[in-house]
């Protein structure tokens, strides 16, 4: 089991650069006028992009491609949490050996479990991961809009999200934001844990 954190800061760090690299694209994009067509390093049999398409690009795509960044590295901090947290408690489950869940023939195993555990998280920690994945929710299953059935009510860093009252309204997300998050989350899981290992020790 003393491998599933690193593996998780390994993935972290890696969805964390593969965000800032995004940026580069727009460093690309503000070259314009283009006049030679780009080929694309990808082996795939449609990868030239002519001058004047990359030329007409508008700032509605520029901001859409914004937006992208923003829902990918959320979905993939999320998903690289429910990752570390389903190896814990399958490997919880399996007397401390570690097991991939994908081995174990249980639907209700989720990450909710390892949350549930006694003295792992806080109240506030609990409620953040919780909170976070309702965010995450919204943005990628909702489309980016509060839902009645997906509570919101948390402030992450200085940013407010309530969806009560504001269903159907779109989310706004700062990338300062998510800064935030990707740093809590780090925190959170590191001091998580630290208290399985204090309270669970391996046999």
């Known amino acids: 089991m003393n491998t599933i954190l690193p593996e998780f800061m390994g993935s972290m760090a890696r969805i964390r650069n593969n965000f800032y690299f995004s940026f580069l694209a727009l460093n690309f994009v503000n070259l314009r006028p283009f006049t030679h067509d780009i080929i694309l390093p990808v082996a795939m049999s449609q990868n030239i992009m002519t001058s004047s398409s990359l030329n007409s690009f508008d700032k509605d795509g520029v901001q859409e491609y914004g937006n992208s960044t923003r829902r990918h590295f959320l979905n993939d901090i999320v998903i690289s949490y429910e990752r570390y947290s389903m190896l814990m408690i399958a490997s919880h489950n399996n007397s401390q050996h570690r097991?991939?869940?994908?081995?174990?023939?249980?639907?209700?195993?989720?990450?909710?479990?390892?949350?549930?555990?006694?003295?792992?998280?806080?109240?506030?920690?609990?409620?953040?991961?919780?909170?976070?994945?309702?965010?995450?929710?919204?943005?990628?299953?909702?489309?980016?809009?509060?839902?009645?059935?997906?509570?919101?009510?948390?402030?992450?860093?200085?940013?407010?999200?309530?969806?009560?009252?504001?269903?159907?309204?779109?989310?706004?997300?700062?990338?300062?934001?998510?800064?935030?998050?990707?740093?809590?989350?780090?925190?959170?899981?590191?001091?998580?844990?630290?208290?399985?290992?204090?309270?669970?020790?391996?046999?």
């Open 99 to 203: 097991i991939d869940p994908a081995l174990v023939n249980d639907r209700r195993l989720g990450a909710h479990l390892f949350e549930q555990l006694a003295n792992i998280y806080q109240s506030g920690e609990v409620t953040f991961l919780i909170q976070l994945r309702r965010f995450r929710n919204s943005i990628v299953h909702y489309n980016g809009v509060y839902s009645a059935t997906n509570e919101l009510d948390y402030t992450f860093g200085t940013q407010g999200h309530h969806s009560l009252c504001n269903e159907g309204k779109n989310i706004s997300v700062e990338f300062d934001t998510l800064s935030w998050i990707y740093d809590k989350l780090m925190q959170t899981v590191q001091s998580g844990n630290a208290s399985y290992f204090l309270h669970y020790p391996l046999p």
